[in-house]
T-cell receptor, first 113, second 115 residues
């Protein structure tokens, strides 16, 4: 597709369940980012993949959060044992190297009940 | 480490008036600067960027931004605001000397254009 695709667009889950969020970046984009955005708030960096380099995981808030990316394609963000505080919109973005801007998906709205 | 400040949580302006959304940054290397807009229930859309060259950059929807190195600022401007410009605006910086560095976003400024 032409843009960054995220699925599902909405996810409601019970506290304690695991969830998996998916991101399909723009083809050819070597960099991929995950951000979290709580209602009405700014963007909180979670994790950054760049090519074959080790990912920058410095933003992951706890060991319940993990992410994977296969090569320069799809990425999945997994949240284990979800808590109500995990409720937010999770945004994925991709870019080319260097001066390219980020291109964002529409996000996955996660609600933990 | 990089950082971005957007000193105003909220900016209100009347339709037809000029608007400014402020951004200041801190980065150790050359700054690559970006503005994004977020409409309700949507992801962020790229507006414009400064990499090098002219300090005044023009972007989408009639927006422009002025890079000021001495003041480490990159304020977003538009000569005549539209009600449809009402949205959340984010400034972002990246270290141009280190491509391994992340994009860092400011906290966002909510722009309300009143009819």
């Amino acid at each position: 597709g032409a843009g960054v695709s995220q699925s599902p667009s909405n996810k409601v889950t019970e506290k304690g369940k695991d969830v998996e969020l998916r991101c399909d970046p723009i083809s050819g984009h070597t960099a991929l980012y995950w951000y979290r955005q709580r209602l009405g708030q700014g963007l909180e960096f979670l994790i950054y993949f760049q090519g074959n380099s080790a990912p920058d995981k410095s933003g992951l808030p706890s060991d319940r959060f993990s992410a994977e990316r296969t090569g320069e394609s799809v990425s999945t963000l997994t949240i284990q044992r979800t808590q109500q505080e995990d409720s937010a919109v999770y945004l994925c973005a991709s870019s080319l190297q260097g001066i390219s801007p980020l291109h964002f998906g529409n996000g996955t709205r996660l609600t933990v009940t | 480490a990089q950082s971005v400040a957007q000193p105003e949580d909220q900016v209100n302006v009347a339709e037809g008036n000029p608007l400014t959304v402020k951004c200041t940054y801190s980065v150790s290397g050359n700054p690559y600067l970006f503005w994004y807009v977020q409409y309700p229930n949507r992801g962020l859309q790229f507006l414009l960027k400064y990499i090098t060259g002219d300090n005044l950059v023009k972007g989408s929807y009639g927006f422009e931004a002025e890079f000021n190195k001495s003041q480490t600022s990159f304020h977003l401007k538009k000569p005549s605001a539209l009600v449809s410009d009402s949205a959340l605006y984010f400034c972002a910086v990246r270290d141009g000397d280190n491509y391994g560095q992340n994009f860092v976003f400011g906290p966002g400024t909510r722009l309300s254009v009143l009819p």
